[in-house]
């Protein structure tokens, strides 16, 4: 395994129990499933990711890590949010424009269907605001001129379905245009909006054609970034397939049925997981990692496991990365869900340097 520069926590108090008996305490939780190696670099992996982020976003030079894989390898952020596309989403789609449930609830399907930024800037070059009042019809003219000009219109994050039995037209995106139109004339986004439950308003959205487990749990997530929705993202969590793959590689003794609490118990036990193995994980700004979050790490170190540990095979048996990490020039100006209360402290001067045991330099968390 390449050599992992992590970031080691110091046992200042007195008070704090040692990190041998902390340990045999808090292995437990997972002991039953019967934890391997991959496990052990779930924390570690989830500390450097978090530590790169930091690094970046204090205007470090490269390269932000000694960890080979992740230096040359494509990886999402610990925090779903703090990604790319999820920034995008959040700043330019969600919070610009009405803020009526019915009309985030459009915007934030239309660009989820795509999941693509140019796509997005394409519609709003044609129609300026986006609402739900422009004819779906419309919009499928922008799309098609732009496909027959030789553009991608769909991002290669995750693969749409084309369509099913009832629900499949000549163009996959017009199937997925009259999906939405679907959902808007059931008066979905108001029936998420009255949900009780986070599972109800998943079982929502799961009932319709195209959106499996998977799909309709991540648009739940996105649209539950507004305030049109306020479920608490430790409420509920669906393993997508990528996760569930982390998940055979990270324990031998793990029936299908428990992956749900094996992600809620990483979730509820990640301070002492991180403490018991002397690493410093920088949350985001006092916001532990959600289920949500735990979810994506258990992807990417399915992905990660595939270098750095090629004799666990997991899911779907797949021994390569196929996406290599190259820094995009245009920046991002990290902005999150307004009800989280975090934005003030990633102001330009809210970050405050301060020296760890590596002897390199990351942001301390204001208090």
């Known amino acids: ?101 019915r009309e985030v609830f459009f915007r934030t399907i239309l660009f989820k269907l795509f999941n693509k930024i140019q796509t997005w800037r394409l519609l709003c070059n044609s129609f300026g605001d986006l609402t739900s009042a422009i004819p779906l019809d419309e919009i499928d003219v922008v799309l098609s001129n732009a496909m027959n000009a030789g553009s991608t219109i769909y991002s290669g994050a995750y693969i749409m379905p084309s369509g099913t039995k009832e629900l499949r037209m000549e163009r996959k995106h017009r199937t997925h245009l009259c999906l939405l139109g679907m959902m808007l004339k059931d008066n979905v986004p108001e029936r998420i909006t009255d949900s009780r439950k986070m599972s109800d308003a998943f079982h929502i959205l799961r009932s319709y054609p195209m959106l499996g487990n998977f799909l309709a749990y991540q648009y739940l997530i996105d649209l539950n970034y507004s305030h049109a929705l306020n479920f608490s993202e430790s409420e509920f969590v669906v393993p997508g397939p990528g996760a569930r793959s982390g998940l055979q590689k990270c324990f031998l003794n793990l029936d299908k049925l428990d992956e749900t609490d094996v992600i809620r118990a990483i979730a509820e036990n990640q301070e002492s997981q991180f403490l018991s193995r002397g690493l410093q994980f920088l949350d985001l700004r006092g916001r532990p990692l959600q289920l949500i979050d735990c979810q994506n790490l258990l992807c990417e170190i399915d992905k990660y496991s595939r270098v750095v540990h090629p004799e666990m095979h997991g899911q779907f048996q797949r021994t390569r990365i196929k996406q290599k990490f190259t820094p995009q020039s245009e920046p991002i100006e990290y902005w999150y869900p307004p009800k989280w209360g975090i934005n003030a402290q990633f102001s330009a001067d809210s970050l405050v340097m301060t020296s760890v045991p590596n002897g390199r330099k990351q942001p301390s968390i204001p208090h």
């Open 1 to 101: 395994m390449p050599q992992t520069r992590t970031l080691t926590s110091q046992p200042t108090s007195k008070h704090r129990r040692p990190f041998h008996s902390l340990k045999a305490r808090t292995s437990s939780v997972f002991q039953r499933w019967q934890p391997t190696t991959v496990f052990e670099t779930f924390w570690k992996f989830a500390a450097e990711r978090q530590a790169i982020f930091y690094r970046r976003l204090s205007k470090e030079p490269a390269p932000w890590t000694t960890d080979h894989t992740l230096a040359t390898f494509k990886f999402t952020n610990a925090y779903r949010a703090s990604d790319r596309v999820s920034q995008f989403l959040i700043r330019r789609v969600i919070y610009q424009g009405d803020q009526s449930p």
